[in-house]
């Protein structure tokens, strides 16, 4: 069964554009020039129940835009959009009733008042029983180590502390949806780590459909089998992480280490050198040619230790943002 | 599972509660905003003693029978009906502009309760009810010797009474509207700041006797402030029917006024909801 599905789905921005000096300005008030900006550029995508799935892409991309059109809190251009068979910008109540949205650069809690004070008001707003919600708090709590800071008002809590008391805010009321945007933005490697862990563990017991959106590698490996790669309002990649270096990595790193002076002068004809510490050298090598490279090489010379590896992942990703900017920009 | 409705009620308690936690953490600041409230209020009283000291005994439009203690029963009025704008709505309409400027308002989409009601009511501030106790003061002395006077006493029944705190009520709504509807345009205009501003020169034609505009160019404003935008009968309709300056009433303000008042305090509000949503359509969030 989908839960989300995405046809389709656009959004653009009208922006004003400020004109310089005064003059101008002033003429800006009677006949307004803008720009659109292509924010979301027809998205096709479909969740099924239960997947945790990684939108992965570059500063303006569109992945918060995405995540705010399917919370509801903007209306799309063109396209259409259901989630748990909801319009979400008709923001029915039953709706909101089962999803949450989070967003790592924005706070919904009260500034001044413990978090506790919040998530009271959070139960009557979502009609949560008392018994449910003890129960519902305290597993939270207790799964992000944070029980004893319920009662500290928020504005002296940690960046990271802050993150864990919003997070147990949007999930008290059990939401079968959930889009997280972002929710290890600017913390330290440990908290990072640690609402890595959480959310891992969460999605396990409850099966959750979560979206995330992230530029950190780290969470997407620690979280999701599902990456969706967006760049410039498109899904350039959606499939397994590991399916992203087979399409669009064409090499393979080759590292040969040559048995005492015997490492020949010229290796170019095999591939890209990349490193050369004798008697080790490491090449770039096409992917459709490893084979044969690596055989010829290892019957004309004395190698003693081969090893075949896949870029780094993060590597190749960037290539792809690159690339993605470059033939936007052709 | 049924479709549980949050009660509207519980929630404006907790948000109620919350906001005074809040305060009461801040007590030094709470107690400034009352003294300074109570100062201002005071210093109103003050200025309208000179007045009618001036006026010495006639009253503050010619024939219209707002003499002192007449005009005193008006004044706590004004006094009871900003106060109670001032702590129930203004810190919300002024939080739902700045909502929209930082794009902060996407969380108030993500809840199941009217969005309209959790915007309108998700603060209070508690100090601004200090000048609502000035308030029924002043209006306690001023109805007191009003049905103690030796010449023309006023007679008071529970009637009047009741009728005078629904037509405050209708009153809080008329100026609750206005001001929705002014934050709301702050979602197309991108900001907004003479709002509050606008609020003020509005609302001050609201704070005198309406028969102070029955003199020649002064109808047009009283037709303005009382049919295009009804700012004049908030304090009016109430004021009068408590203290009611003209004993026995003349025909003009009394009857078709107060029914013009219900029809109003309708129109206002219906209209502020069209306004809100209207606007709520039209949100585009912000680029964080
Ligand atoms: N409220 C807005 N008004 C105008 N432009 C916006 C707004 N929100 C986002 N944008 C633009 O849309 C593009 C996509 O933004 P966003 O979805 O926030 O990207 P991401 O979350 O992937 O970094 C960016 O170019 C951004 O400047
Ligand atoms: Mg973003």
Redesign the pocket.
């Known amino acids: 069964m989908n839960v989300i599905e995405l046809k389709q789905l656009t959004k653009t921005?009208r922006?004003y554009q400020k004109k310089e000096g005064l003059l101008a300005s002033l003429g800006g008030l009677f006949q307004r020039e803008y720009r659109d900006?292509n924010?979301v550029r027809g998205i096709d995508l479909t969740v099924a129940k239960g997947e945790f799935v990684a939108f992965l892409?570059p500063?303006?991309?569109?992945?918060?835009?995405?995540l705010k059109l399917l919370s509801g809190v903007i209306n799309p251009t063109s396209g259409t959009a259901q989630v748990l068979g909801y319009v979400p910008w008709e923001r029915k109540n039953a709706y909101r009733r089962r999803f949450a949205l989070v967003m790592g650069q924005k706070n919904q809690l009260w500034w001044d008042l413990p978090a506790n004070e919040s998530y009271r008001l959070h139960q009557q707003i979502y009609r949560i029983e008392p018994a449910e919600f003890t129960r519902t708090l305290d597993e939270l709590t207790g799964l992000l180590g944070v029980r004893e800071l319920l009662r500290q008002p928020v504005r002296e809590l940690s960046l990271g502390e802050r993150m864990k008391m919003e997070l147990i805010a949007a999930l008290l009321h059990s939401p079968e949806v959930l889009f997280l945007d972002e929710p290890t933005i600017g913390l330290d490697v440990i908290a990072q780590h640690n609402v890595r862990q959480f959310l891992k563990q969460y999605q396990l017991e409850r099966q959750t459909t979560i979206l995330l959106?992230s530029h950190y590698m780290k969470d997407v490996a620690a979280l999701c089998e599902r990456v969706v790669v967006i760049a410039h309002g498109q899904i350039e990649y959606d499939g397994s992480l590991a399916g992203i270096l087979d399409r669009f990595s064409g090499h393979k790193i080759v590292t040969l280490a040559f048995t005492e002076n015997q490492m020949p002068p010229d290796l170019t004809p095999f591939g890209e050198i990349l490193e050369v510490l004798p008697p080790k050298v490491k090449l770039r090598i096409d992917r459709n040619v490893v084979a044969e490279k690596l055989a010829s090489l290892l019957s004309q010379h004395s190698v003693e230790d081969v090893s075949v590896e896949e870029p780094p992942l993060e590597e190749v990703i960037a290539d792809v943002f690159s690339r993605a900017t470059r033939s936007k920009e052709a | 599972m049924s479709e549980q409705q949050p009660v509207l009620v519980r929630v404006f308690l907790t948000f109620a509660r919350n906001s005074l936690v809040r305060e009461m953490t801040f007590r030094t600041n709470f107690f400034i905003q009352c003294v300074s409230a109570i100062s201002w209020t005071l210093m109103n009283l003050g200025f309208y003693l000179i007045i009618f000291h001036h006026l010495n005994r006639k009253p503050l439009a010619d024939g219209s029978g707002w003499q002192q203690n007449e005009f005193f029963v008006f004044l706590a009025t004004t006094w009871i009906v900003f106060s109670i704008v001032q702590a129930f709505f203004m810190p919300n309409v002024q939080e739902f502009s700045e909502l929209i400027r930082t794009?902060n308002l996407d969380f108030v989409f993500l809840k199941p309760i009217d969005t309209q009601f959790l915007i309108s009511f998700a603060k209070v501030d508690w100090s601004a009810l200090a000048n609502f106790v000035m308030g029924i003061l002043l209006l306690t002395v001023g109805v007191w010797r009003l049905t103690t006077q030796s010449n023309n006493p006023l007679s008071l029944n529970l009637a009047n009474v009741l009728l005078y705190w629904f037509y405050v009520a209708c009153g809080v709504t008329i100026l609750y509207s206005l001001m929705i509807s002014l934050a709301a345009t702050s979602i197309w205009l991108g900001r907004n700041q003479s709002l509050y501003d606008f609020w003020f020169y509005i609302t001050n034609f609201s704070r005198y006797p309406m028969e102070i505009y029955a003199r020649s160019w002064g109808w047009s404003l009283w037709g303005l402030f009382t049919f295009v935008i009804p700012i004049l009968i908030v304090i009016n309709v109430p004021a009068r029917i408590l203290a009611r300056p003209l004993r026995p009433e003349g025909p003009w303000l009394g009857l078709p006024l107060s029914g013009f008042a219900i029809l109003a305090t309708l129109v206002c509000l219906v209209i502020s909801r069209r306004v809100f949503s209207l606007a709520l359509q039209s949100y585009?969030?912000?680029?964080?």
């Open positions: 921005y922006v900006v924010a892409g500063n303006g991309a569109g992945k918060t835009t995405t959106t | 794009g585009r969030s912000a680029s964080s």
